[in-house]
């Protein structure tokens, strides 16, 4: 089993539609992400989480929300998706940063469509 | 404004042959950089990383070289395989935050 799964992995879903993508992880991690990838600008992040009650805005958080239920669990809306949030999207983990230790481990993504 | 650029969207390589891919930043203050490598459908994997304050870090066939002074960061790999074929994405660390570059898409010929 993966230890960062996200659901769903592919969704199609139309202009003014609520969505949400849940992330759940299995790392003992206390660091999660969200990131959205596009051809050609790479991974940009929409927002971050260092604990339960923290939510720190990433990059380009404009037209999104996040929840974070619990250290596991780390879920994205989109409140009325548009179609320029068409783009696959991946939830990441961290442990604490420290120098040899930055990496982030990401889940497998998940792809949205919005008509 | 994209802080790290990677300048090659794509790059082909005989198998056998070594591949170098390169990524440039502008900020300074960045402590730590990393490769990550992705194949279709599925997330990106950690590949290798390095601290600042180094200028290289090897891991069998993976080698990254630091160039504080001209900000670019390369990653070798050698000798280049078919299943090293995936996008590669440098990344780099300032405080909490973790920025990526644009990704280059390595073609491995056997």
């Known amino acids: 089993d993966a230890d960062v799964t996200q659901t769903p992995r592919n969704r199609i879903t139309k202009t003014g539609k609520r969505i949400m993508l849940e992330c759940s992880q299995t790392?003992?991690?206390?660091?999660m992400y969200w990131y959205r990838q596009d051809p050609g600008l790479g991974l940009r992040l929409i927002y971050y989480s260092f604990d339960v009650k923290d939510i720190n805005k990433g990059e380009i958080s404009d037209g999104y929300s996040v929840s974070r239920q619990a250290q596991a669990k780390f879920s994205l809306s989109l409140e009325s998706a548009i179609p320029n949030q068409t783009a696959l999207y991946f939830c990441a983990t961290s442990g604490r940063t420290s120098p040899g230790t930055a990496e982030l481990f990401f889940g497998e993504g998940s792809r949205l469509t919005v008509l | 404004d994209q802080q790290v650029k990677q300048n090659s969207p794509s790059l082909s390589v005989q198998e056998g042959r070594i591949s170098i891919l390169n990524c440039d930043y502008t900020n300074s203050m960045f402590d730590y950089f990393l490769w990550y490598k992705k194949y279709p459908a599925e997330g990106p994997t950690f590949l290798i990383s390095i601290s600042s304050i180094k200028d290289k870090n090897e891991d069998g066939r993976f080698t990254v070289f630091l160039n504080k002074s001209a900000k670019h960061l390369s990653l070798h790999i050698v000798p280049s395989q078919p299943g090293d074929s995936a996008v590669y994405f440098c990344a780099a660390r300032f405080g909490n935050q973790f920025y990526f570059g644009t990704g280059t898409s390595l073609t491995v010929i056997p």
């Open positions: 790392k003992g991690h206390d660091r």
